[in-house]
């Protein structure tokens, strides 16, 4: 699985998955992959369908909810995980604690579908659509 960890999260989020699954998974914060953590969510999503494969960890919901930018995520065969306002006010360790709790649910995601936004919550081991 690639995953890009968005800006709004943690850049040590990423780093640290990045190092946990290294030479399993490709995980990189936004500010590693592209140099800067100001380049407009276009830019990003554009890229990224491009490359193909990308999955996206990012606390912004505007992507999965308004268009355009939901339009262009999806148009651009992206997997969005989105976590709740709940889990991002977690401590760093926590909200780590729970994207590893959810690591195989991801993965399963990840494999089984080409496009989506999922919705992490704070409880249970699945995640919900986001329509």
Known sequence: MKLLVDNNLAPRLGRGLGALFDGIHEVVHIKDKFGTGSLPDEAWIEALGKEGGWCVLSADRRIA???????????????????????TRLPLTSLTARILYLWPVLETTAGAMDRGCFEVGIKGNRLRPIA
């Open 65 to 87: 909810a308004k268009k355009p930018s939901r339009d262009l995520f999806l148009r651009s065969n992206l997997i969005g995980f989105f976590p709740l306002p709940a889990v």
